[in-house]
């Protein structure tokens, strides 16, 4: 850890990296994995998905800033490169194959409901640790990807 004058103890800045940088790897995966389907989706509804998963990627890369500077705030090292993501990330490998619309909406909403669900347990911990601030950019972030969530699952009809 870096030295800073955050009067957070040295203690809870540690273990509230540690879960930023948890969810900044599947934040970063999940940013990934949205590009993918964006590249590759095809089927009637192309235009309208490409924007949409480039919608999402954009979203979630906003989210990925908010959490790698929120780490250095804290006097952490954000750990973003390819190596950090692909051995920290919980998100299932995306499939390359995937083509059709419903592929990559059944594919995207899983990993993005997973993210999900993960940055409402890093608001419960955060709260734990008594690091308000962190449990709101959670919440920040959670919003959203309930948002996104929806839309997708909107284009799976139910």
Same mark, same amino acid.
């Given at each position: 850890?870096?030295?800073t004058k955050n009067d957070l103890p040295l203690t809870v800045r540690e273990k509230i990296t540690a879960l930023l940088n948890q969810q900044l790897a599947a934040s970063? &995966? ?10 590759? @989706? ?11 998963? $480039?919608?999402?990627?954009? +979203?979630?890369g906003e989210a990925v800033d908010l959490l790698a500077e929120r780490i250095t705030a804290?006097?952490? @090292? ?6 950090? @993501?692909?051995?920290? =990330?919980?998100? @299932? ?7 059709? =619309? ?15 669900? #993960?940055? +409402? ?6 709260? &734990?640790?008594? &690091? ?10 959670? +919003?959203?990807?309930?948002? $996104? ?7 799976? #009809? #139910?």
């Amino acid at each position: 850890m870096h030295q800073t004058k955050n009067d957070l103890p040295l203690t809870v800045r540690e273990k509230i990296t540690a879960l930023l940088n948890q969810q900044l790897a599947a934040s970063l &995966d999940l940013q990934l994995q949205a590009k993918q389907a964006h590249w590759n @989706v095809k089927g009637a509804n192309f235009i309208a998905l490409h924007e949409l998963f $480039d919608g999402v990627a954009t +979203r979630v890369g906003e989210a990925v800033d908010l959490l790698a500077e929120r780490i250095t705030a804290l006097g952490g @090292v954000a750990e973003g490169t390819v190596q950090a @993501v692909a051995k920290a =990330s919980p998100l @299932v490998a995306y499939p390359l194959t995937a083509s059709a =619309s419903n592929q990559h909406l059944e594919a995207l909403s899983s990993a993005l409901a997973k993210v999900g669900a #993960g940055a +409402r347990q890093a608001i419960v911990t955060a709260t &734990d640790l008594n &690091d308000a601030n962190t449990a709101d950019l959670f919440t920040e972030i959670s +919003r959203q990807l309930d948002k $996104d969530l929806w839309f997708l699952e909107a284009h799976l #009809g #139910g």
